[in-house]
């Protein structure tokens, strides 16, 4: 699935990075817009229709970048947008929402609001945000978005969440060249530092067996999100896995410090597992 506002950056990703991940073996593919009602009000049944045919024009126009071999469907909404793209995704049973993030400025512009950590936390589904920046009046994505899956980063803490983690990365692990493994031993006390990493390894080397040859794995000190951030930019990753759990609601609309940081500060594109 792969929300749009009809953005500039929106579109381009769309038009750029869509077709390429689709050759990738995209069956279906659903553009959905959301008429934000919170925004338009009583116009936004007016805005309806017209955002219906522009959004059906685009999925003709992506449907033919994607060289005919995925299906395109297009749908609009009215509603709170975060809540009507959890719920789209669910409805279609999409496997996949994808949606390009240039940080918090864009947010605001794209879908209103926290939208993004709002679609975030609410969604049942895995986010995959694209990560661009803006030079002039062109945007360029931080990767390559053929080779996005080749090598990615995935970030555990030995929890269930792991389990659905690895479960997630198996499903593309064809397209996988190699990858890293890590965990942060950011927890116990100093004199527990050094068995704290020896089990974290031990724990990291099970997990690796469940993705089969070529995965790395890498057992850090410190902070996790500064961690997940530095081991991706010094292994060359195309791409960080990490997990979003279920929290009380105030540590919930933060997604959590760790995952928080990583969607904020990485340059690299970042999926988001929800471990519910």
Known sequence: MYPTDFSEVSLHALRECIPKLAKLGIRELYLLNVVDITMAEFEAFE??????????????????????????????????????????????????IVIPSMGENIWRRMFVGSTASNLARAAKKPVLLLKYTQKDEEFEFSGDCERMFERPLVALDFSRCSVKLIQT??????????????????????????????????????????????????????????????????KNSTLIVLGKKGRSFIKDLLLGSTAERVIRDSKLPVLLVPCE
């Open 169 to 234: 990365v198996r499903k593309f692990r064809e397209l996988v060249k190699g990858g890293i493994l890590l965990h942060s031993v950011d927890y116990g006390g100093v004199d527990e530092l050094e068995h704290n990493m020896a089990v974290a390894k031990k724990n990291l080397e099970k997990s690796a067996k469940g993705l089969g040859e070529g995965f790395e794995i890498e057992v850090m000190v410190g902070t996790a999100s500064q961690a997940i951030i530095g081991t991706a930019i010094a």
């Open 47 to 96: 805005l309806e229709s017209v955002y219906r045919e522009k959004l059906e024009k685009l999925a003709r126009e992506t449907e033919e970048r994607c060289g005919g071999g995925t299906k395109v469907k297009a749908d609009v909404r009215i509603g709170i947008p975060s809540i009507e793209i959890a719920e789209a995704a669910e409805e279609v049973g999409a496997e996949l």
